[in-house]
T-cell receptor, first 113, second 113 residues
Framework: EAQVTQNPRYLITVTGKKLTVTCSQN?????MSWYRQDPGLGLRQIYY???????DKGDVPEGYKVSRKEKRNFPLILESPSPNQTSLYFC????????????FGQGTRLTVV | DQQVKQNSPSLSVQEGRISILNCDYT??????FLWYKKYPAEGPTFLIS?????DKNEDGRFTVFLNKSAKHLSLHIVPSQPGDSAVYFC????????????FGEGTQLTVNP
């Protein structure tokens, strides 16, 4: 089954404690991306990747890091989380840059206290 | 600076009637537009897209209209069904921006039986 898997689904952490949200896709897609969803703001792109070792900033990259060492994995790293990073995060993958036929993960609900 | 705006946070329609969801954009470089649907506790799923060289694209009950001069697009769902109740996101990309995707805030559609 084609899917994008994010882990964990829910996470409560404290300010400043480094965390990683993993994302894995099984469709051999070249394009992957991270989004955060906040009330009244919709989905905002954090980072995206066009292929292994190729990443670029989206609209809201501050406070986040990503890596793309393998095609299937695209982890999101928060080196020093802050309360304003409390949000619902989605990972997505796509065969093309057009993001049609994109697959999204089920989301990670992160709370930073 | 919200470059893609969905001014209606919610829309309620009767089953069988037409649903019209609207989206406005400000960036004239956007040349490709997409609509995604999102159910609670799930990631968004791609619904339909349109290139800026077209003014209409139809897929079954879903039609997207693009008015470039007004920088406006709309999604029509005819006939609306209760299973269409979801949050609908409009998104846009510019070919010059690689795979950056800008989303609107979303519109909650409720179709009443």
């Amino acid at each position: 089954e084609a899917q994008v898997t994010q882990n964990p689904r829910y996470l409560i952490t404290v300010t400043g404690k480094k965390l990683t949200v993993t994302c894995s896709q099984n469709m051999n897609h070249e394009y992957m991306s991270w989004y955060r969803q906040d009330p009244g703001l919709g989905l905002r792109q954090i980072y995206y990747s066009m292929n292994v070792e190729v990443t670029d900033k989206g609209d809201v990259p501050e406070g986040y890091k990503v890596s793309r060492k393998e095609k299937r994995n695209f982890p999101l790293i928060l080196e020093s989380p802050s309360p304003n990073q409390t949000s619902l995060y989605f990972c997505a993958s796509s065969l093309s840059a057009g993001w049609t036929e994109a697959f999204f993960g089920q989301g990670t609900r992160l709370t930073v206290v | 600076d919200q470059q893609v705006k969905q001014n209606s946070p919610s829309l309620s329609v009767q089953e069988g009637r037409i649903s019209i969801l609207n989206c406005d954009y400000t960036n004239s470089m956007f040349d490709y537009f997409l609509w995604y649907k999102k159910y609670p506790a799930e990631g968004p799923t791609f619904l339909i897209s349109i290139s800026s060289i077209k003014d209409k694209n139809e897929d079954g009950r879903f039609t997207v209209f693009l008015n470039k001069s007004a920088k406006h697009l709309s999604l029509h769902i005819v006939p609306s069904q209760p299973g269409d109740s979801a949050v609908y996101f409009c998104a846009a990309r510019a070919e010059t921006s690689g795979s950056r995707l800008t989303f609107g805030e979303g519109t909650q559609l409720t179709v009443n039986p």
